[in-house]
């Protein structure tokens, strides 16, 4: 998943959900849904695939915003926190 660009530095708090799935149904992007409805997809990086052992639990992540190439918001994970 390749960034157009970082936009700003942000903390967020919500749920970490599967957002894309391969064929053999795997799980193969994760996003945070936050509490006001919005889904940031987590980009691949080290802290952003740790995430993964996290589906369905709460975390508090900070990181940069950016947008993918399809311009879904993305947010790449520098530290978080399991709530």
Known sequence: ???KKRVQSITLTGIVI???WN???DVIV???ATADEKEYRIAGNRK???????L?????ATGAL????EGRVVI?????IVK
Do not use: C, S, W
């Open 66 to 69: 950016g947008e993918d190439e």
């Open 18 to 20: 599967p957002a894309d």
């Open 56 to 60: 369905q639990r709460q975390v508090e």
């Open 30 to 32: 994760a996003a945070l």
């Open 1 to 3: 998943m390749a960034l």
């Open 48 to 54: 952003g695939k740790e995430l993964f052992a996290y």
């Open 76 to 80: 790449t994970i520098r530290r978080y």
């Open 23 to 25: 064929d053999n149904h």
